[in-house]
């Protein structure tokens, strides 16, 4: 049934031989003989100890994406675990991780994994479409203070945001990442700045909660010169609305939106800054860019129907 089973040849295959039968079954639909072959040259490479980490991480996740096709998401979880353990931050191990969880309705997990991969690539679609989709989950779930009960997210060095070139022969179809680290990385983005980022910028939503927009857009300001993130102009977008500064709003959504071209809260606020300087016809077309992607957001539709009539 499987090939290298059996006769005088299978002993000699090669780990990188094994792969390439694996990958071959994989194309075929043949999940589980691919994850048998995986598991084979695995075995083979554990004596190696760390010289084969890299690949040893590519065969776990090779074998993650047979046990996902399967629907056996604890083991998908397990194995990707295993490769981001041989190799921090893998794009395809974070991304098959982030589904099994969600398979498995643990949404704040594949949430921070699904944020952790864009931190590595931000243009990974597959990545954004997965944020939106649990951010919506656990609004549902959890209500507005849904982000409390998340679990850190990760900082990922820009080390690991450029490694991306080195090929990977994981599943047919998943995208590979490219070659160059993701653009609009200020070059003072190590581990240290992106985690001072990411306190500013709590520091920020503390000042938000308590009503002080104008000390938040402070805080906020200091975080992006570190982490120019999408959620960071979003929340200082909303300061300027409340601070009644519509041009500098609408200029954060623009730049979130760069980002993440779908986000909805920039999409949302940007349109409101735009009502407020009279650009109907531009508020408008964001609203209804929203609506693309959230038909039922009922804020944006009352927006609208505010705009209709303006």
Not at 128 to 155: F, Y
Not at 162 to 167: A, E, H, K
């Amino acid at each position: 049934r499987l090939p290298w089973r059996g006769g005088s040849g299978a002993m000699a295959a090669s780990p990188g031989a094994l792969r390439r039968a694996g990958n071959e079954e994989f194309r075929r639909g043949q999940y589980g003989p691919a994850a048998a072959l995986y598991t084979r040259a695995l075995a083979q490479l554990e004596a190696s100890g760390d010289a084969a980490a890299e690949e040893r991480s590519v065969l776990l996740a090779n074998r993650a994406a047979c046990h996902l096709k399967d629907g056996a998401c604890s083991l998908c979880v397990a194995d990707c675990t295993s490769a981001l353990e041989l190799v921090p931050f893998g794009i395809k191990p974070l991304l098959r991780r982030a589904a099994a969880y969600e398979a498995l309705e643990r949404y704040p997990l594949a949430y921070v994994d699904y944020k952790t991969a864009l931190q590595v690539d931000c243009s990974v679609q597959a990545a954004h479409d997965g944020v939106n989709r649990m951010t919506k989950a656990l609004l549902e779930k959890d209500g507005v203070n849904w982000r409390q009960s998340l679990p850190p997210i990760p900082t990922v060095p820009i080390s690991a945001q450029m490694r991306w070139s080195v090929p990977s022969a994981g599943a047919p179809g998943a995208n590979a990442p490219p070659a160059t680290a993701p653009q609009g990385k200020p070059g003072g983005s190590t581990a240290a700045g992106m985690e001072r980022a990411r306190t500013l910028k709590e520091e920020g939503n503390e000042l938000v909660k308590k009503g002080n927009h104008k000390k938040a857009v402070e805080k906020y300001s200091e975080s992006l010169k570190l982490n120019p993130e999408c959620a960071t102009y979003t929340n200082r977008a909303l300061c300027y609305l409340n601070l009644k500064k519509y041009k500098e709003a609408a200029q954060d959504c623009t730049e979130a939106l760069k980002l993440d071209p779908k986000n909805v809260k920039a999409l949302y606020r940007r349109a409101q800054a735009l009502k407020e300087l009279k650009d109907y016809k531009s508020s408008i077309a964001d609203i209804k860019t929203l609506l693309k992607t959230e038909p039922k957001n009922t804020a944006a539709l009352r927006l609208l129907q505010e705009l209709n009539r303006a």
